[in-house]
Structure formats: structure tokens, C-alpha cells
């Protein structure tokens, strides 16, 4: 049975730091594309980022803050999360599937998915 686990969310004030990990299960996850999304209350699911060998995506509105990395030895995947802000505030979740190109930035593209972890940013 396949699970993606997610860990680290908390409560943090703004310009703090987080670190996210998801922990894959029930098969190796080494070539598919793997990703962190977030949902806000009211809002869509939307793409952080994404990784796929050693090819990165980001939401523009996290670049040059966060950075997504996997450790396939570990069938596990991360987001360091620095210079928070009150509009990261979101569930976030961590998702697996066999996606290329432009369809790694849109989730209904991922077969697998943990069950989220909240992160609040207090201003």
C-alpha cells in the first residue's frame, strides 16, 4: 500500500523557517515526479514545488525562499521553508506520480498524496 506521510508543520512567526519532510512508502518513488502543494481556506490547490531527477519547479511566489529536495536512498522528500510569510499559510500537501514536462506544476496530474500538514505564518 502506497502512503506519502508529511511532517513538520507548525506555527511560526513571519521571516521564520520550517522544514517540511514526506516520508514515501509501499513503493520506490526514484522516477516520478514528486511535489509539495498547498490549499488555503477558499483557494485552489496550488503547485510550491516540484522535483523530478534533478530538475526543479517553483511557484514564483516562493522562489529564492524555499527549496524543495528528495533523497531517493530514503524514498523521502523535503521543503525548507525560509522568510515565511502570513500568506504561506496553508495546508500543505506532498504528492507523487509519473508526470513530465508542464504537467509536474498541475495536481491532478499526481496519482499519490499524503494527508497534508498545516503551516501558519503569524504576521
Known amino acids: 500500500q502506497v502512503q506519502l506521510v508529511e511532517s513538520g508543520g507548525g506555527l511560526v512567526q513571519a521571516g521564520g523557517s520550517l522544514r517540511l519532510s514526506c516520508a514515501a512508502s509501499?513503493?520506490?518513488?526514484?522516477?516520478?515526479?514528486m511535489g509539495w502543494f498547498r490549499q488555503a481556506p477558499a483557494k485552489e490547490r496550488e503547485l510550491v514545488a516540484s522535483?523530478?531527477?534533478?530538475?526543479?519547479v517553483y511557484a514564483d511566489s516562493v522562489k529564492g525562499r524555499f527549496t524543495i529536495s528528495r533523497d531517493n536512498a530514503k524514498n523521502a522528500l523535503y521543503l525548507q521553508m525560509n522568510s515565511l510569510k502570513p500568506e504561506d499559510t496553508a495546508v500543505y500537501y506532498c504528492?507523487?506520480?509519473?508526470?513530465?514536462?508542464?504537467?509536474?506544476?498541475?495536481?491532478?496530474?499526481?496519482?499519490?498524496w499524503g494527508q497534508g500538514t498545516q503551516v501558519t505564518v503569524s504576521s
Open positions: 504528492a507523487a506520480g509519473v508526470v513530465l514536462g508542464q504537467s509536474i506544476r498541475y495536481p491532478n496530474n499526481y496519482n499519490y
Open positions: 509501499g513503493r520506490t518513488f526514484s522516477n516520478y515526479a
Open positions: 522535483i523530478l531527477w534533478s530538475n526543479t
